[in-house]
């Protein structure tokens, strides 16, 4: 397969994506830093490159509506949003997803105001964790593009038909130059396949309803079905991420595990810092410490069986957060982490750390520092300080 | 050099050095290596202090953040000397281009660079005026880091040039940017 390399910004390459698959219809409003995204798209819109129904919504309440309306009347819909704009969605994420309805959005991981802040972290992401979408994270342009194209799938899929919601870091990626791979357009167009409509509301001759009141007798049995169907998506974003393989030669997994099998300590990190991480992870390696990576892809839903297996041998874990839950507990990902390892007695010692909250720069000083910590622990089997926050004045 | 290249840029807004940390990745990307090109996002504001960066490698860039050890240091506007120290994490062997009317060996002085160091100097802003009416540096600046660094063939820088400003400007200001790169390339001075 032809694969054309390039150097663009993690939105360009999100924007090519939307571009290939050519959905029927999107609804958007803008927000720094995903405008971007819908900039370019409107421009492929206007230049008649691709025959998507461009609505250009009065705000992102509206943009999410307009998408439930499209996706509920048959078509393949997406946006995409940041911060602010994800939470003015807050009620419409809620109704997309239980409507079971295939959306996808790119979300541009931002700060949440007050105070005002357009720069990364992964507070927007995290609060919409618990709404019935499917999460994607990616670490650069690379995984966001090739992400952006798998999620169609994923969201399309007959066992599925949920909508995905795939992360990306807001500036970090989003308007960093980078090097990458683009696929070719009739591959990408033969790996999405055609859109299947279910139950759709244009077709007048089975008529159907969307929205339904349903009191207690059966909103209870409801409820159980979607927590059913998200125990199927695993399997299914396994299966597209093969194919996926196909056309791309990269491999997807509902995580990446790296230098983890022979590994004493690990860090578990989202996204962009992972890639930071990384090259952090290399020297420590050169100089004998026996250190891994797990950073997760399918965050919603959270993978809890095969994480747990994946970290249980460590004697000791690091969790890095890019936001924090308020009221005392941990990062989110350390509360999910956590409960990955609750079935294994035997397992590592976890200690949780919140950094880069609001843009503020993750270094590999901060992975040293981590890395660094776990050693001791690892020794002494004790922690010292169970939730810190680093890289932040005292 | 080594298997990696930081770069980092020091501007002021509307310069146009965003812009050269772009075509210098897109033109380093055409020899197969791999590529970062990324500013530091603040206020943007026509006249402000900016940072941009480059990451130029053999091997896949997973590094996402600032570059704090940079092998090249572009001083695009000279003024900024003044008021903020450029050679900040410089390593012991970096070389500086620097756009000024001043001879090398002053500037030396100035940013009390290390002898293994290496100071160029390069009047980009009078070729910018001369080549397309409009102090706009970031393509003799170009011109010069490809001569003092090797990190890139000027045939290569050319070809970006041409396509980056091919996109947004008319033939007269893509032909002025390319004799500007070009006397970047011919008249930057070492010392």
């Known amino acids: 397969m032809m694969a054309k390399v390039v150097a663009v910004t993690g939105n360009e390459a999100v924007a090519y994506a939307l571009r290939q698959v050519n959905p029927d219809v999107s609804a958007a409003y803008p927000i720094t830093p995903a405008t971007d995204i819908m900039q370019r798209f409107t421009s492929y819109v206007s230049n008649g490159q691709v025959k998507t129904e461009m609505v250009l919504a009065e705000s992102e ?22 911060s602010q704009g994800l939470a003015l969605m807050w009620e419409e994420l809620f109704i997309a997803s239980g409507s079971r309805l295939p959306i996808v959005m790119a979300l541009v991981n931002r700060a949440l105001s007050a105070p005002l802040n357009i720069h990364g972290d992964h507070s927007d992401g995290m609060g919409a964790r618990d709404c019935g979408w ?25 066992d599925v038909r949920l909508p995905v919601m795939v992360c990306l870091d807001g500036f970090i990626i989003s308007h960093s130059i980078e090097r ?110 026996k250190a891994g990576l797990l950073k997760p892809r399918l965050f919603r839903p959270f993978p809890y069986d095969e994480i747990g297996n994946e970290l249980k041998h460590l004697k000791a874990v690091c969790v890095l957060d890019r936001a924090d839950a308020f009221g005392g507990s941990y990062g989110p990902l350390f509360i999910d982490i956590a409960a990955s390892l609750y079935p294994h007695k035997n397992g590592p010692v976890l200690s949780n750390k919140i950094y880069g909250l609001g843009g503020r720069d993750y270094l590999p000083e901060h992975a040293e520092y981590a890395i660094n910590e776990l050693v001791e622990i690892a020794k002494t089997g004790k922690v010292k300080t169970l939730k810190e926050y680093i890289g932040v004045r005292e | 050099m080594a298997d990696m290249i930081e770069i980092r840029w020091h501007g002021r807004g509307g310069q146009g050095t965003v812009t050269a940390a772009k075509v210098l990745a897109d033109a380093c990307l055409s020899s197969g290596r791999h590529v970062q090109a990324f500013p530091e996002y ?30 090249i240091v572009s001083i695009v506007d000279a003024t900024l000397l003044d008021s903020i120290n450029v050679a900040d994490g410089a390593t012991k062997d970096a070389i500086f281009v620097v756009n000024t009317a001043k001879e090398p060996k002053e500037i030396r002085a100035k940013l009390k660079a290390e002898p293994a160091q290496k100071v160029f100097t390069i009047d980009a802003t009078k070729i910018a005026i001369d080549c397309i009416g409009r102090a706009l540096p970031n393509a003799p600046m170009l011109g010069a880091i490809c001569k003092a660094t090797n990190i890139v063939t000027l045939e290569n820088l050319l070809e970006d040039v041409r396509k ?16 500007a790169a070009r006397r970047g390339y011919g008249e930057v001075k070492e010392g």
């Not at chain 1, 309440?61 to 940041?82: E, K, L, P, Q």
């Not at chain 1, 055609?194 to 007798?217: M, R």
């Open chain 1, 134 to 158: 499917i999460q994607l994270w990616s670490e650069n342009a690379q995984e966001a593009y090739d992400n952006t194209i798998q999620a169609f799938r994923i969201a399309e899929h007959m």
């Open chain 2, 164 to 179: 980056s400003f091919g996109k947004k400007f008319s033939q007269k200001i893509i032909d002025g940017n390319l004799e």
């Open chain 1, 61 to 82: 309440h509206s943009a999410m509506s307009g998408c439930i309306g499209a996706s509920a009347a048959g078509g393949r819909v997406m946006t995409a949003t940041s």
């Open chain 2, 42 to 71: 603040g206020p943007e504001r026509a006249g402000a202090p900016l940072r941009a960066y480059n990451r130029i490698s053999s091997k896949e860039l997973r590094m996402h953040c600032p570059v704090l050890n940079p092998q």
């Open chain 1, 180 to 289: 990458m791979e683009y696929i070719d357009d009739d591959a990408v167009k033969n790996f999405v396949g055609a859109f299947k409509a279910v139950n759709p509301l244009l077709d007048i001759e089975h008529p159907v309803s969307y929205g339904p009141l349903i009191l207690p007798d059966y909103y209870m049995e409801y409820r159980k079905a979607h927590a059913e169907v998200m125990a199927k998506v695993p399997g299914i974003v396994l299966d597209v991420a093969k194919d996926f393989e196909k056309i791309a030669s990269r491999k997807y997994g509902l995580f990446e595990a790296y230098r983890l099998d022979d590994a004493e300590i690990g860090i578990v990190i989202l996204n962009s810092a992972a890639g930071t991480s990384k090259d952090v992870i290399d020297s420590f390696r050169e100089k004998g410490i």
